[in-house]
Nanobody
Framework: QVQLVESGGGLVQAGGSLRLSCKASEPIFSINTGAWYRQTPGNQREWVASIVIAGATNYADSVKGRFAISRDNAENTVYLQINSLKTEDAAVYYC???????????????WGQGTKVTVSS
Protein backbone atom coordinates (compact mmCIF):
# COMPACT_ATOMS: atom_id res chain seq x y z
CA GLN A 1 0.00 0.00 0.00
CA VAL A 2 1.46 3.34 -1.03
CA GLN A 3 1.77 5.93 1.69
CA LEU A 4 2.59 9.60 1.50
CA VAL A 5 5.38 10.47 3.89
CA GLU A 6 5.57 14.08 5.00
CA SER A 7 8.44 15.81 6.69
CA GLY A 8 9.68 19.28 7.49
CA GLY A 9 7.30 20.46 10.15
CA GLY A 10 8.49 21.96 13.41
CA LEU A 11 8.62 24.99 15.63
CA VAL A 12 9.47 28.27 13.93
CA GLN A 13 9.33 31.89 14.98
CA ALA A 14 6.86 34.18 13.32
CA GLY A 15 8.44 35.56 10.18
CA GLY A 16 10.49 32.43 9.65
CA SER A 17 10.36 29.78 6.96
CA LEU A 18 9.86 26.06 6.61
CA ARG A 19 9.90 23.62 3.74
CA LEU A 20 7.53 20.68 3.88
CA SER A 21 8.09 17.59 1.77
CA CYS A 22 5.74 14.84 0.70
CA LYS A 23 7.04 11.70 -0.94
CA ALA A 24 5.50 8.39 -1.88
CA SER A 25 6.74 5.53 0.30
CA GLU A 26 7.47 3.26 -2.66
CA PRO A 27 8.16 3.66 -6.37
CA ILE A 28 5.14 4.85 -8.32
CA PHE A 29 4.48 5.86 -11.89
CA SER A 30 3.40 9.44 -11.22
CA ILE A 31 1.77 11.97 -8.98
CA ASN A 32 -0.88 13.79 -10.96
CA THR A 33 -2.25 16.57 -8.80
CA GLY A 34 -0.46 17.23 -5.52
CA ALA A 35 -1.88 19.46 -2.82
CA TRP A 36 -1.42 20.63 0.73
CA TYR A 37 -4.15 21.12 3.28
CA ARG A 38 -3.99 22.23 6.89
CA GLN A 39 -6.11 21.71 9.95
CA THR A 40 -6.30 23.27 13.39
CA PRO A 41 -8.08 21.73 16.38
CA GLY A 42 -11.83 22.00 16.13
CA ASN A 43 -11.76 23.18 12.53
CA GLN A 44 -12.25 21.56 9.17
CA ARG A 45 -9.28 20.74 7.03
CA GLU A 46 -8.70 23.59 4.61
CA TRP A 47 -7.06 23.56 1.23
CA VAL A 48 -3.83 25.55 1.01
CA ALA A 49 -2.26 24.97 -2.40
CA SER A 50 -2.20 22.57 -5.30
CA ILE A 51 -0.01 21.79 -8.30
CA VAL A 52 -0.85 19.79 -11.39
CA ILE A 53 1.54 17.52 -13.22
CA ALA A 54 2.41 20.20 -15.77
CA GLY A 55 3.35 22.57 -12.96
CA ALA A 56 0.47 25.06 -12.79
CA THR A 57 -0.26 26.09 -9.21
CA ASN A 58 -3.14 27.50 -7.21
CA TYR A 59 -3.21 28.98 -3.73
CA ALA A 60 -5.68 29.90 -1.06
CA ASP A 61 -5.94 33.67 -0.74
CA SER A 62 -4.62 33.51 2.82
CA VAL A 63 -1.25 32.17 1.69
CA LYS A 64 -0.71 33.81 -1.69
CA GLY A 65 2.66 35.47 -1.92
CA ARG A 66 4.03 33.62 1.12
CA PHE A 67 3.68 29.93 0.25
CA ALA A 68 5.07 28.17 -2.79
CA ILE A 69 4.13 24.66 -3.86
CA SER A 70 6.49 22.81 -6.16
CA ARG A 71 7.22 19.30 -7.30
CA ASP A 72 10.00 17.04 -8.44
CA ASN A 73 8.45 14.59 -10.87
CA ALA A 74 11.59 12.46 -11.03
CA GLU A 75 11.48 12.00 -7.25
CA ASN A 76 7.67 11.89 -7.02
CA THR A 77 7.85 14.50 -4.31
CA VAL A 78 5.73 17.56 -3.64
CA TYR A 79 7.03 20.46 -1.57
CA LEU A 80 5.52 23.40 0.24
CA GLN A 81 7.80 26.32 0.96
CA ILE A 82 6.32 28.43 3.72
CA ASN A 83 7.73 31.92 4.16
CA SER A 84 6.86 34.86 6.39
CA LEU A 85 5.13 32.54 8.83
CA LYS A 86 2.28 33.96 10.85
CA THR A 87 0.88 32.58 14.08
CA GLU A 88 -2.32 31.78 12.22
CA ASP A 89 -0.35 29.44 9.94
CA ALA A 90 0.17 27.05 12.86
CA ALA A 91 -1.59 23.81 12.00
CA VAL A 92 -1.11 20.21 11.04
CA TYR A 93 -0.29 20.21 7.34
CA TYR A 94 -1.45 17.29 5.24
CA CYS A 95 -0.26 16.23 1.83
CA UNK A 96 -2.83 15.02 -0.66
CA UNK A 97 -1.90 13.42 -3.94
CA UNK A 98 -3.59 11.79 -6.86
CA UNK A 99 -1.29 8.89 -7.67
CA UNK A 100 -0.99 6.50 -10.54
CA UNK A 101 0.94 3.53 -9.17
CA UNK A 102 1.77 2.02 -12.55
CA UNK A 103 1.37 3.21 -16.12
CA UNK A 104 -1.85 1.23 -16.44
CA UNK A 105 -3.28 1.99 -12.98
CA UNK A 106 -6.21 4.24 -12.43
CA UNK A 107 -5.63 7.38 -10.40
CA UNK A 108 -6.11 7.03 -6.66
CA UNK A 109 -6.11 9.71 -3.99
CA UNK A 110 -3.91 9.41 -0.93
CA TRP A 111 -3.38 11.46 2.22
CA GLY A 112 -0.27 11.81 4.30
CA GLN A 113 -0.24 11.43 8.05
CA GLY A 114 0.28 15.12 8.69
CA THR A 115 3.21 17.20 9.87
CA LYS A 116 2.78 19.78 12.57
CA VAL A 117 3.84 23.38 12.13
CA THR A 118 4.05 25.46 15.30
CA VAL A 119 4.67 29.19 15.13
CA SER A 120 5.93 31.16 18.11
CA SER A 121 5.23 34.88 18.36
Amino acid sequence: QVQLVESGGGLVQAGGSLRLSCKASEPIFSINTGAWYRQTPGNQREWVASIVIAGATNYADSVKGRFAISRDNAENTVYLQINSLKTEDAAVYYCNAEIRRTVSSRKETYWGQGTKVTVSS
